[in-house]
């Protein structure tokens, strides 16, 4: 939204102003600002801290609403991987038979403690996600872990490099 919007909202204005229709331009700029508000609301509910501790990865959403505790020996692979593979990835994860609610809750139940949009359950309906996603930051951006109880969790941390490290290290000791 935050790329997008403002290319359109000028665009928009533009055209507008040219042709004279003054109340389409307020309308345009009206909902433009509502869908702000909107994406960076929803960028700013979920906040996740991770943390190690000698044989646990700690998980927290939204202060410590949500809070998950991994034992590190239960971590089989901790592995980066950036925006459209973890799309692919969860896609991949889907059936064909499954119907939208069960879709969403495997959504759900793998990016609960990832704070980026990864473009499934995004609000601008895929525009700005090639853009998003060729970002440099967003290579390589996310770390998916996958645990002995097959579940998996996708993350977003700051350092991810350094999370692989230290999970892979002490998960996989010697």
Request: proline share 3%; net charge positive.
């Amino acid at each position: 939204m935050a790329w997008v919007t403002p290319f359109l909202l000028l665009v928009g204005v533009i055209f507008l102003a040219a042709a004279s229709m003054f109340l389409p331009l307020i309308l345009l700029t009206g909902s433009a600002v509502v869908g702000l508000l909107v994406a960076f609301s929803r960028d700013l509910v979920n906040r996740c801290t991770y943390s190690l501790t000698d044989d646990r990865l700690v998980l927290e959403r939204d202060g410590e609403k949500e809070r998950l505790e991994i034992a590190l020996s239960d971590i089989t692979d901790a592995s980066l991987i950036d925006r459209a593979a973890a799309r692919e990835y969860i896609r991949s994860r889907m059936h064909r038979g499954d119907d939208p609610r069960t879709r969403r809750s495997l959504i759900r139940a793998i990016t609960r403690y990832c704070t980026v949009d990864i473009g499934m359950t995004s609000l601008t309906l895929g525009i700005g996600r090639g853009v998003i996603d060729r970002l440099p930051e967003a290579r390589h951006d996310l770390v998916l872990l996958r645990m002995r109880d097959r579940s998996e969790l996708l993350l977003s941390p700051q350092f991810n490099q350094d999370l692989v490290s230290s999970v892979t290290r002490f998960s996989h000791p010697g």
